[in-house]
Structure formats: C-alpha cells, structure tokens
C-alpha cells in the first residue's frame, strides 16, 4: 500500500470512529449529532475508490458541514480551505447567571445552562431548581452590593454636584434614569450626569 493509500485509511478509519465510537474524542461534533458514514464507505476499498488517494497537506472534508460523510458530500480539503467551510456559531445564554456561551452548535447536553453552573449543581450535587434559587440570590446580593457604591450627579446647567453615599438613596429621590444613566443607557438623569465615586 502507498503512502498515500497509508494516510487515505488513516482519514477512513478516523471518520468510521468520530461517527460510530462514543468513546472517541470529539464523537459529539459527528455521531453526536447524528452525522453519519454512508453504507458505500463503511468499506476502504469503496471509500478510496471514490475519494482517490489522499492528497499531501490535506484531510477529508464535508461541503455541507451539517451533512453525512457521502460520495457527494466529501473532498480532500486544506486546513486553511476547511477553516472557510465551519458551521455558523451559535450564541446560547444560560438561564442561570446570563453569562453567554458562543459555540458551533455542539453543546453536549445543551439544558439552558453553562457549564460553570452544570459543573457546580454537579460538584455540590445540588438539584437544578434548588442551583437556580442560590444563583438568583448571589445574582440580587450583587445587585444590592452595586446599589450600595457611591454616586456624584453633576448638574449639567450650573455644573453643581451631589453626592450620595449609595445609588440607590439618588435613585429614590431621581428615579431610575439614575440606573439608566450609571449603566451608560442614556447620557444624562433629570438634568444630572451620573457617576460612580471611585
């Protein structure tokens, strides 16, 4: 067998695993998902026959990145021509704590969380209502503690200033354009420009 025919079972029998063996690395961004190696190639003798032999600095690539591993749908591909053919990403926000996670889509038990606050329910063998209840109150505890700093508000006619001791005592009696305008959502709160004292 050449060297080619060499590095072209090496891509066959690497493609049979990603999409057969859960136990292979990255088995969830191919038979994970549910791409599959059409029966024609599930023999080396048809998949070479089809494919050719491989083609130095190349490795096998799927056209439709979404689609199974077919005649139609496979070539020999560079590494800088596969990196111009990636799925679309996907932004996923957790429902626990906001934070937003980008990905190809290949979340692998996807539930609405993000893996710090899966891996932490985990850790602490909390159940998932229980996790939601303790996060939203560190999220309300960090809300109040933001609350509690400090603000100046500098009229923007006479350029007098106010101080408060915390947000939200300017906040009760300058409403919460205050919030608005400390969060930059708008510029100015009831004829004052609104700061943080550091």
């Not at 590494?79 to 053919?85: C, G, H, L, M, T």
């Not at 996807?110 to 939601?132: L, V």
Request: hydrophobic share 25%.
């Amino acid at each position: 067998m050449s060297t080619n025919y060499k590095e072209g079972y090496s891509s066959w029998s690497s493609m049979i695993q990603r999409c057969t063996n859960p136990k292979r690395t990255y088995w969830n961004l191919y038979g994970g998902r549910g791409i599959k190696v059409c029966d024609r190639w599930k023999f080396f003798k048809n998949f070479i026959e089809d494919m050719g032999p491989r083609p130095n600095g190349t490795s096998i690539d799927r056209i439709d990145p979404n689609g199974n591993y077919e005649p139609s749908n496979c070539r020999w591909a560079t590494p800088k021509e596969q990196s111009a053919n990636k799925r679309k990403k996907i932004v996923k926000t957790c429902i626990n704590c906001n934070d937003t996670t980008e990905s190809y889509g290949t979340f692998r038990s996807w539930n609405g969380e993000c893996h710090k606050c899966h891996e932490y329910r985990r850790r602490n063998k909390i159940a998932r209502p229980t996790c939601e209840k303790e996060i939203n109150k560190i999220r309300a505890s960090k809300v109040r503690e933001k609350h509690r700093k400090p603000v100046i508000g500098i009229n923007l006619k006479t350029g007098e200033e106010i101080y408060f001791d915390a947000q939200c005592d300017a906040i009760k009696i300058y409403g919460n354009g205050v919030n608005n305008c400390l969060n930059n959502r708008t510029n100015t709160a009831k004829g004052y420009i609104w700061k943080y004292v550091i």
